[in-house]
């Protein structure tokens, strides 16, 4: 299955929502977070996805919906 390394920076009213959670249950996703710094103010987040094509796809679909900015980093070099 493939790996994708993501950032994920999200705003205030998100930084108490267990969106790493949800995306993981939701769409069968194995996430591997690799740096995270959260605040009151804010969060962001290094993580490596690994799910089917498909589903790396909706999960991050799903994240951009809720208000995270997501920057796809490549393939993840802990892939394989």
Do not use: C, F, H, W
């Not at 920076?9 to 194995?30: F, N, S």
């Not at 996430?31 to 804010?42: C, D, F, H, L």
């Amino acid at each position: 299955m493939p790996t994708l390394r993501v950032l994920l920076m999200y705003p205030p009213d998100l930084v108490r929502e267990p969106m790493i959670y949800t995306v993981a249950k939701t769409y069968r996703l194995v996430p591997n977070i690799r740096k995270a710094r959260v605040t009151e103010t804010s969060g962001e987040a290094t993580l490596d996805l690994t799910g089917a094509e498909d589903d790396l796809k909706r999960g991050i679909e799903y994240l951009t919906r809720l208000g995270v900015k997501v920057k796809p980093m490549g393939p993840s070099q802990a892939s394989g």
